[in-house]
């Protein structure tokens, strides 16, 4: 009698990371109402005539937040703190990478060639490991194969094979660098953003209460133009 096998539990870790987004849905939501508005307004010139005064409603009000809503459409998409941050997995990063580890590849070949009946030298090469496991391994292994190249001499490598490891390794090492600053990078700019949709806010909120004043809820022929502009269809603007 065959028992029903348990079901092998999923690893931890399995599900695919999540990039949030630079701007929060209630963030987002107020950009769409506040694009929605201003594309109305910018749309007709008559309810811009009608609305427009001479201190706040102005063409340099609307043009000022036609601008504002330009630059911060670049950033209303799931995956661009992503792509500001640099993902870990950059394209310097992994030249960088290639290199460096080419560099290494090639000494280790002349250190196998030297030591091919001492193999108890080679790992101080980083021979019969995984170097390429990881950042850490990597970084370390270079570094000891530079330090060892100052006291050993193998078959066509010069000084400058050293030099060349070690400008290398610097190069790998601040790619890391570059990567913690895009993310410091993310986390200003998400603050900045957040700011500027407050005042997005402010504006499309100045924009209704000028055109609640001029379309009031009381005249029947008001209502398709306060439609548009999300006004309510009964009484007054109070937000």
Known sequence: ?????????????????????????????????????????????????????????????????????????????????????????????????????????????????????????????????????????????AGNIVAKLKTDTLPKITPQHGTDLQAALDAYKQTKVDQTGKKGDATTLRKQLAKMVETLAVRRRQLQHAADGEYPHTDPASAGTRSKLDLPPDRPLNA
Request: charged fraction near 20%.
């Open 1 to 141: 009698m065959s028992e029903t096998p348990t079901p092998t539990p999923a690893p931890e870790g399995g599900k695919t990371p999540k990039h949030h987004g630079l701007l929060d849905k209630h963030q987002l939501a107020e950009i769409s109402r506040t694009s929605t508005i201003t594309g109305v307004v910018n749309s007709d010139p008559a309810i811009f005539a009608k609305i427009q005064d001479d201190l706040i409603i102005t063409p340099a009000f609307m043009t000022a937040l036609s601008k504002d809503l330009q630059f911060i459409g670049q950033y209303t998409g799931a995956a661009n703190e992503a792509i500001v941050e640099g993902k870990l997995k950059t394209v310097t990063e992994s030249t960088a990478k290639s290199t460096l580890l080419g560099k290494i590849h090639y000494i280790q070949s002349k250190a196998k060639l030297k030591y091919a009946g001492n193999h108890g030298v080679l790992p101080e090469y980083g021979i019969g490991t995984n170097i390429d496991v990881s950042r850490p391994e990597l970084e370390t292994a």
